[in-house]
C-alpha cells in the first residue's frame, strides 16, 4: 500500500487561504485523496494509522 502526505500547493487553494497564511496537508492513499490537515504532524499520524490498519489486515488475510 502506498500512503503519502504532501503539502498542498498555493495553485490548489483559495485566494483567501493563502492571504491567509493557511497551510493544508494532504494523504493520499493509492493515489487517492483520503484525508486533510491542518497540521502536518496529524497527517503523518493519519499516514501512520492506515499503514497500521493495512498491515493487521494483510496479516488477517493471510
Known amino acids: 500500500m502506498?500512503?503519502?502526505v504532501t503539502e498542498?500547493?498555493?495553485s490548489r487553494m483559495?485566494?483567501?487561504g493563502v492571504a491567509a497564511g493557511v497551510r493544508i496537508w494532504d494523504v493520499y492513499q493509492q493515489d487517492l485523496l483520503v484525508g486533510m490537515f491542518h497540521s502536518e504532524t496529524d497527517a503523518?499520524?493519519?499516514k501512520a494509522e492506515l499503514e497500521t490498519l493495512e498491515q493487521q489486515r494483510a496479516l488477517r488475510s493471510a
Open 2 to 4: 502506498t500512503v503519502k
Open 44 to 46: 503523518h499520524n493519519y
Open 8 to 10: 498542498r500547493d498555493d
Open 14 to 16: 483559495s485566494h483567501e
